[in-house]
């Protein structure tokens, strides 16, 4: 008897809550936006069509403390430069306010490197150090980017881990997707047991490949 293993998580940027239990049983595109958008939002458009992963160094002041988080940052993304890319973002400049404020870092001490997914999921956010193994923890894998992203949208993730691409949907997740309290709250995403760019979501949850 086939069977997919169901994880739900719960949560925001900051810490997950996970519920795993057991069931019988792409890349994103990009957003088209007016040639007005700021010159970081253009990178991360750029970075959506490429698939690859945008650090952004925001600074208030050019000072020597930017000047080196902006070194630090290149130096730490060297060995990922095939699917990462820095640029910096003046966060006093009207033009990186919307960004600013969808990030939720206008009060935040500066400089700051945030690190956005191809799908636009903030995966990581460093204020003082920044080395090579943050990078490396900001660099997710494509369903953990999926499930950050929705979980940043204050939704609900269940994630279906099968051995294909046919998962079998639990009835509990079912019912829950017909519930009006729940319908509109609800992501499912896939995840393939097999995928060798997923061992390590798959080796964090603790399943059973």
């Not at 990009?30 to 698939?51: C, F, Y």
């Not at 080196?68 to 060995?79: G, K, L, Q, W």
């Not at 400049?93 to 935040?108: C, H, K, N, Q």
Request: proline share 5%; charged share 20%.
């Amino acid at each position: 008897m086939r069977t997919s293993t169901v994880i739900a998580l719960f949560g925001v940027v900051g810490g997950l809550t996970v519920l795993e239990t057991t069931a019988q049983c792409q890349p994103p595109a990009a957003v088209v936006r007016a040639q007005s958008a700021s010159k970081t939002q253009q990178a991360l458009d750029k970075s959506a069509i490429e698939n690859t992963f945008t650090f952004i160094v925001f600074y208030k002041v050019d000072s020597a403390a930017t000047r080196e988080m902006v070194n630090i940052t290149r130096e730490s993304t060297a060995n990922r430069a095939e699917c990462s890319d820095v640029v910096t973002a003046n966060a006093n400049d009207p033009a990186e306010r919307e960004l600013v404020e969808r990030f939720g870092i206008s009060r935040a001490p500066m400089p700051l490197t945030v690190a956005v997914a191809p799908n636009g999921a903030i995966t990581g956010v460093f204020s003082k150090s920044l080395n090579a193994q943050h990078i490396e923890a900001a660099i997710v894998t494509p369903t953990m980017a999926r499930c950050m992203k929705s979980l940043q949208s204050q939704k609900l993730v269940f994630v279906l881990a099968s051995h294909d691409d046919n998962p079998q949907v639990p009835l509990g997740v079912r019912a829950l997707q017909k519930d009006p309290l729940f319908k509109d709250r609800i992501e499912l995403t896939g995840l393939r047991l097999d995928d060798p760019a997923e061992t390590r979501f798959i080796n964090q949850m603790k399943i059973d490949a």
